[in-house]
């Protein structure tokens, strides 16, 4: 961060947003946050969580074209950062007492509520990377949660229905436009494709080696654009290069291979589906980022997970470990009476 500028803004209060990110994951990490089994508890946080977003619509100021920020004068908060968050839980606690049960259509049906409610008020804030994100979190919880193969072809289907109608009457035309320069990414390079084009030049110019830390031309000069938080990766790749690339993925992987090994030992469906959502999450953010960096996907607002500038989504990420952290702390096994519930969905 402090070497894709001159300006250190970033760097001083990403460090900040750091540590008090930090000291979120231990505190959530010491905290038995078993109450969030309680069905009440989770309806609740999600009636206050979509009050408040759509109060966003209707009270928040636009910043970037977007009502997607609280300010609070010294920072701003994200609450769709929490929302992906609170997706994951309620998720984990509808399908951890009805697994046996999701070849029934009515499961899918009624998960995929809670999804599309989050979906519709992250939309139209517009934020359609983090509504993207909600689609990709609840379309992968209900994959492991073993979905049949019949339902699954109408879920594709569903999907490309709901994709022809946001491109008719949802879509802004800049989004239409970022869709339309991934099929034909050298339509528009002055325009529309710019951003795209400027970073799949700055992924590629880094080759092997990279040009150096604080060498990167495509940020310093501010050809790139969005350098320290949608299109981190480009800035990242350009001065470290396919040997700093594959570092960065492998320690990705590692935090991957600790969410899933923690899921595989989880003391009930809750906590195994909790870790598998939150993989899904982070994987989502981090294919989706990199692949639209690179020129492989389209170009959406989604950033790079503990990478990408902001305080909200590293905060809310160090969280979601904490609890994580927090299940293996205070596990236990279910009394035999309770686990059977459980199975059966009682």
Known sequence: MNSFTDDNSYFDRQVIWFFIALGAFFSASFFDWSFLRRTNVLITLFALLTALLGSLLILASSVKGAKSWIDFGLFSFQPTDIAKLLLVLILAK????????????????????????????????????????????????????????????????????????????????????????????LADIRGSGYNAYQSTIAVGSGEILGKGIGYGTQSKLKFLPEYETDFVFAAFAEEWGFVGVLFMMSIFSVLMWRILSTARNGASNFEILYALGLAILFMSHFVINTGMNMGLLPVTGINLPFVSYGGSHLITSFFALGILASMRRYERPLHKDEAGKEFLGI
Do not use: C
């Not at 046996?100 to 509520?113: D, K, L, T, W, Y």
């Not at 989050?118 to 919880?141: H, K, R, T, Y």
């Open 94 to 185: 509808y399908f951890s007492r009805r697994h046996i049960e999701i070849a029934n259509i009515r499961h899918i049906i009624v998960s995929g509520i809670y999804a599309f409610i989050l979906f519709i008020l992250v939309a139209l804030q517009p934020d359609f990377g983090g509504a993207i994100i909600i689609a990709f979190v609840w379309l992968g919880m209900t994959l492991v949660s073993g979905i049949s193969k019949k339902h699954i072809l109408a879920l594709i289907l569903l999907g490309a229905v709901a994709f022809g109608v946001l491109w008719g009457y949802g879509f802004k035309d800049y989004q239409k436009a970022r869709v339309l320069n991934f099929l034909h990414p």
